[in-house]
């Protein structure tokens, strides 16, 4: 089983890198590391191109009394020194974001699995392209036109407006077609028509929260979890204790979420988590998705850390399998 695994995660991820259990990668990172995998860190801004290349500065972390720390010195690589790249840096999706998925174009795919690839992610907007599964969504549109999201949002008189490269509710807006600020909001949010935006018709079942829907490759996980919306707030906006409840997928959720997975998994993209509401599908997490570990484990007294770590190690294992096959056979 391939051992060498580097991690690319949040610039503020690595400034609270010890103890912050909230953080997905926290989980991964202490579970490679009690199996004896070699974990090294890095940030977007550690990846360089060097001679036609892809190489990063990368810091190697190490288990300690049940916690994760990393090393302050650092060492470069080639990013095919690795058997196994995460890559989990949180958006907005903007130019560094994009600059980073564009270096791993020289990682030798062979070698190294990437998990998500960023070549798809690149090519995969988490609002967006929930209109490749128009079955599963809410009516929707994506424009940067005033009149046509006012339109929109007066046929629908509820709708929920989101930016198209941001994650954790950051300028989502709650639109009635009786407000009289809605053309404002509209107007300043698409920059004067020249921002696209999505807008979906709002699910009256978003007062009880969304669903979050965790995949492994094309295994859909059983346990997910209820977010709920914040204090004052239709969203869900703090990331606390009370704000989390246990759920259970429907025969229908499950369906769904298990065409989604067969599909995006042939794109590299195995790492997902579906925001669902009442069945619908509102958005797809294919960045750094929350796998809501600690909470988890809370609700439903077990060791979640454990079932994805098998699944995980399934992964790699199947692709490797693969790649020698692939080898002997040429």
Not at 56 to 73: G, H, M, P, Q, W
Not at 172 to 189: A, P, W
Request: with cysteine; glycine share 4%.
């Amino acid at each position: 089983m391939p051992k060498s695994i580097l991690f690319i995660i949040d610039e503020l991820e690595l400034k609270y890198f010890e103890f912050n259990d909230l953080v997905t990668n926290f989980w991964f990172i202490k579970e490679f590391l009690k199996r004896d995998y070699t974990v090294n860190i890095a940030v977007k801004g550690d990846l360089f191109i060097q001679n036609a290349n892809a190489f990063v500065k990368a810091r190697k972390s190490y288990l300690k009394d049940e916690n994760i720390f990393y090393e302050k010195t650092q060492k470069e690589y080639l990013v095919n020194d690795f058997d196994v790249v995460f890559f989990r840096p949180d958006p907005p999706v903007d130019i560094e974001y994009i600059n980073a998925c564009y270096i791993f174009d020289y990682v030798d795919r062979e070698k190294t699995l990437l998990i998500n690839d960023p070549a798809q992610i690149k090519n995969f907007n988490e609002k967006l392209h929930v209109n490749y599964f128009p079955e599963f969504a809410p009516e929707n549109i994506v424009t940067a036109s005033p009149e046509l999201i006012f339109n929109f949002a007066e046929k629908n008189h509820e709708s929920i407006l989101k930016p198209l490269n941001r994650c954790f509710g950051s300028g989502v807006y709650y639109l009635n077609s009786e407000d009289k600020n809605l053309l404002t909001i509209i107007n300043s949010m698409t920059q004067e028509g020249k921002t696209p935006v999505m807008v979906q018709k709002y699910l009256p079942e978003a007062k009880l929260g969304d669903k979050r829907v965790l995949i492994i490759g094309e295994n859909v996980m059983e346990e997910c979890i209820q977010k709920l919306p914040g204090e004052h707030n239709f969203k869900f906006s703090t990331h606390s204790d009370k704000f989390f409840q246990d759920t259970h997928l429907t025969q229908n959720e499950k369906l769904m979420a298990e065409k989604i997975a067969s599909q995006l998994s042939e794109r590299g993209l195995y790492l997902i988590g579906l925001d669902v509401i009442n069945e619908k599908v509102i958005e797809i997490n294919v960045t750094s998705p929350c796998y809501f570990i600690r909470e988890i484990n809370q609700h439903y007294g077990i060791h979640f850390e454990d079932k994805i770590m098998t699944h995980l190690e399934k992964l790699i294992s199947k692709h490797f399998s693969q790649e020698r096959l692939y080898a002997f056979n040429k």
